[in-house]
């Protein structure tokens, strides 16, 4: 028991977004990618498609990662981060609403950090006065389409299936000015070790966090190789 829960922890630290590095001596494929932390990224296959390139990216939802062509998330100064708006249809309780609220608000706060430490943009606001007259500007707007609090008393008995883990599917588009330049959807279901292993015990926002955090690092990679902050591995 003892090393499941030393297990479970260092999985949620990892979240599911990469793989760790493994020596290989695989040839260099053009959709992978290596991290400033040594992780090996993949970004998935991609293919011509509506103007631009779409991937199979496998930590998003399959061929719904799309990019402009001749976009790559560089070339502009400011990037301005929507409020999270959402559709998602759920329980009329206190208890789901609170943790609604909370990730629509900690999927914004997440995402800031992680784009300040991919340092692809030299100013990433919340609010449309930060920013700066004459700036560059790309503006990312995200709604949450499906979303469930989850509940302890299934996990408790099934949590490693499924039963009872939180739901979050983000809907992403990015633009400049009128033209989207990136569109993305995300899903994520208590994806850590411990959400599946230890999910009885844990509540239901502390989960999806883990969950939003996975979310975000995949997303904020996927960004970086395309913007050529990580070298294609080798």
Request: net charge positive.
């Amino acid at each position: 028991m003892f090393t499941t829960v030393i297990l479970a922890g260092s999985l949620v630290l990892a979240g599911c977004a990469t793989s760790a590095d493994k020596s290989s001596s695989s040839a260099a494929s053009p959709n992978q990618f290596k991290a400033d932390d040594g992780r090996t990224i993949d970004i998935g296959k991609s293919f011509p498609a509506d103007g631009g390139t779409r991937y199979n990216n496998p930590h998003m939802e399959k061929g719904k990662c799309w990019v402009a062509d001749s976009f790559d998330f560089n070339g502009y100064d400011t990037l301005y981060i929507a409020p999270t708006v959402s559709t998602a249809k759920f329980p009329d309780k206190p208890e789901d609403a609170m943790v609604h609220n909370l990730a629509k608000e900690r999927f914004v706060t997440e995402l800031v950090l992680k784009l300040n430490e991919r340092r692809i943009f030299m100013n990433v606001v919340t609010n449309a006065s930060g920013i700066k007259p004459g700036a560059k500007t790309l503006t990312l707007e995200n709604t949450i389409t499906e979303f469930s609090k989850g509940g302890g008393g299934a996990r408790f008995f099934a949590g490693e299936f499924g039963a009872g883990q939180p739901v979050l599917r983000v809907h992403g588009k990015m633009s400049g000015g009128e033209k989207v330049l990136f569109d993305f959807e995300a899903r994520r279901s208590g994806v850590s070790a411990g959400a599946r292993m230890l999910g009885g015990s844990k509540k239901d926002e502390d989960i999806q966090i883990q969950d939003i955090r996975s979310m975000v690092l995949d997303l904020t990679d996927f960004m970086a190789a395309v913007a050529k902050k990580y070298p294609p591995k080798t």
